[in-house]
């Protein structure tokens, strides 16, 4: 699963952002896209990423949690807690 939403999540935004930009740049030339439009598109599409990055950050990052909760391994809180308590 942590697999698959790596590649997913980076992979694919990359390949999708390349083949977009070439599409509309070829639009474009032809003028049937005002250079406004591309613009404002791309801004758009922009902010979607970062959105999307962000919530795959946020994503990863719970998989993570809970795979160290299931395998039972310690964090920081759990290592800083210990030594608290030997103190």
């Known amino acids: 699963m942590?697999?698959?939403l790596i590649f997913t999540g980076l992979g694919g935004a990359l390949v999708l952002k390349d083949k977009i930009e070439d599409e509309l740049k070829?639009?474009?030339e032809k003028g049937k896209l005002d250079?406004?439009?591309v613009k404002s598109f791309l801004e758009s599409l922009e902010q979607k990423g970062?959105?999307?990055d962000e919530k795959f950050k946020a994503e990863l990052k719970s998989t993570i949690k809970e795979?160290?909760?299931?395998?039972g391994l310690a964090t920081?809180?759990?290592l800083a807690k210990l030594k608290e308590d030997l103190k």
Not at 67 to 71: A, G, N, S, T
């Open 50 to 52: 970062k959105e999307s």
């Open 2 to 4: 942590l697999k698959e």
């Open 35 to 37: 250079t406004k439009d």
């Open 26 to 28: 070829k639009l474009e």
């Open 76 to 78: 920081k809180e759990d």
């Open 67 to 71: 795979i160290i909760d299931e395998l």
